[in-house]
């Protein structure tokens, strides 16, 4: 199985900065896409930050400019600094991991992490 695992969420003044990590455990022989999703109380989930193994990267207009989304595919695990935090910003923060290949298996997977809280206060 493969166990994904996010850290870094917090409580921070706007204006501030945190890095949340992610990583992906187990059996994994490599990683398509490593992602941040994000979903605020009452609302939908939503893509913030995605990465491919290649390095090709896509964020929200929301976090344009502010967040930066890194990775280490040799230790399946990716970063997501955000600087200029804003209160809207707070919500729970997913990692997502997309074609997950793994030993003896033909198909690809996709995992998710528990999340990790981000509150931003005014």
């Known amino acids: 199985q493969v166990q994904v695992v996010e850290s870094g969420g917090g409580l921070v003044q706007a204006g501030g900065s945190l890095r949340l990590s992610c990583v992906a455990s187990g059996r994994v022989l490599s990683i398509h896409e490593m992602s941040w999703y994000r979903q605020a109380a009452g609302k939908e989930r939503e893509l913030v930050a995605a990465m491919t193994s290649g390095g090709g990267t896509k964020y929200a207009d929301s976090v344009q400019g502010r967040f930066t989304i890194s990775r280490v595919n040799a230790k399946n695990t990716v970063y997501l600094q955000m600087n200029s935090l804003k209160p809207e910003d707070t919500a729970v923060y997913y990692c997502?991991?997309?074609?997950?290949?793994?030993?003896?298996?033909?198909?690809?997977?996709?995992?998710w992490g528990q999340g990790t809280q981000v509150t931003v206060s005014s």
């Open positions: 997502k991991t997309d074609g997950v290949r793994r030993p003896n298996s033909l198909r690809s997977g996709s995992y």
